[in-house]
């Protein structure tokens, strides 16, 4: 249960750039809040930051490219 | 210098013993392809394009799978999730694979969905037993509804996945190894994964069961992020690089199942004689690396 609450707060955190920027400014308060288990928060608190932005900043660049009619898949 | 080429071609061909080269199935790409049948052994399909597509569009489909072999490729299942795949998709993906009888489908390991929320991209999930089990069952479920169990692919991350207890060379290991699926290695992404969190690709390639590999991916990427800390992304704008077709090579001498390649290109796309010389070259590691396996085979006889 606890595993499909850690993919739906991932979720989240990749699109949502308030959710990230109030998850990146408390990590273990929005992660206890969301009911994670003990482990997941500490996974959260040492969460890859400079990953998170650039994997967030892959999406919105995606999203962009597929509002301009660039031909896109899940892939690129 | 054209008949030369196409000279080694035919002899690359001779040596390839049921491995096969093909390209992703792109609209753009569409007449490059169709005009080059005689140097494609088979076309991937994004199967999500034609889940909802009109009557037309299926029947051309069809018409292409008449004409050289297809597999179905799809994106947007997230197998790799504790949550159930959505039974709605999969039954899209069994009535399309059952109308045009693929050579096989794939998916990938990802996640690309949560809470109600649409990732809109393959997000590498927590490398854990809860993420196994899940994929485990959806895996299970897949077959069960399509009839057949789907290759399954590893992906590309920027991010090292959070809640991960092990890492991919085990979790995917477990995930082959407890399941009917073959795997699809993506060599861009292993290779992009392998530079983002500084691993050896090969050291990879040896803890993971290379004799259930089916299917290869080829594609390129490029370099983004502040100085010093840049990472790979994978996103097949751009050609293959050395690495990828090293570790074709070393493949393709470890593993001595027939092998299916497949090119992935997604935009930016250089012309079709480019990109069937990227085959060409895939061809020729291939055909490299099964040598290498023969020649250790008479090394120890």
């Known amino acids: 249960m606890s595993a499909s609450r850690l993919e739906n707060f991932l979720a989240r955190i990749y699109i949502d750039a308030i959710a990230r920027e109030r998850f990146l400014a408390d990590p273990r308060g929005e992660a206890t809040r969301a009911g994670l288990a003990a482990h997941e928060i500490e996974a959260l608190v040492n969460i890859d930051r400079e990953g998170l932005e650039m994997f967030a900043d892959s999406l919105r660049h995606k999203k962009a490219r597929k509002a301009h009619g660039h031909q896109t898949n899940q892939h690129s | ?301």
């Open chain 2, 1 to 301: 210098m054209a008949a030369v080429a196409a000279e080694a071609v035919v002899v690359v061909e001779a040596e390839m013993n049921g491995d096969r080269v093909g390209i992703g199935w792109r609209p753009r790409l569409a007449a490059g392809i169709l005009s080059n049948l005689d140097r494609i052994d088979i076309v991937e399909v994004i199967a999500d394009d034609y889940f909802r597509a009109p009557r037309r569009q299926r029947h051309a489909l069809r018409t292409l799978a008449a004409q050289v072999p297809v597999t179905l490729h799809g994106v947007s299942l997230g197998l790799a999730s504790s949550a159930p795949v959505d039974t709605k998709r999969l039954d899209q993906m069994a009535r399309l694979c059952s109308e045009i009888a693929p050579q096989f489908w794939s998916e990938h390991l990802a996640f690309v969905r949560g809470g109600g929320i649409e990732i809109g991209h393959l997000a590498a999930p927590p490398r854990c037993e809860a993420t196994i089990a899940g994929a485990l069952a959806n895996l299970r479920r897949a077959k069960h509804v399509v009839g057949v169990a789907p290759q399954v692919e590893n992906v590309a991350t920027l991010i090292e996945p959070p809640g991960s207890d092990r890492d991919e060379a085990a979790w995917l290991s477990a995930i082959i190894r407890n399941s009917d699926s073959s795997l699809l290695l993506d060599l861009h992404n292993l290779h992009a994964n392998a530079c983002n969190f500084n691993f050896d690709p090969q050291g990879f390639l040896a803890r993971i069961p290379v004799e259930r590999i089916s299917t290869l991916h080829l594609a390129g990427g490029k370099w983004i992020g502040r100085a010093g800390a840049e990472r790979l992304l994978d996103d097949h704008l751009h050609d293959v690089p050395d690495p990828v077709y090293e570790l074709l090579e070393v493949v393709a001498a470890r593993a001595p199942q027939p092998l299916t390649v497949i090119l992935e290109r997604d935009g930016n796309f250089p012309s079709i004689e480019a990109l069937l010389a990227q085959l060409d070259r895939a061809r020729r590691a291939v055909v490299r690396g099964r040598e290498r396996s023969l020649t250790r085979a008479e090394a120890a006889a």
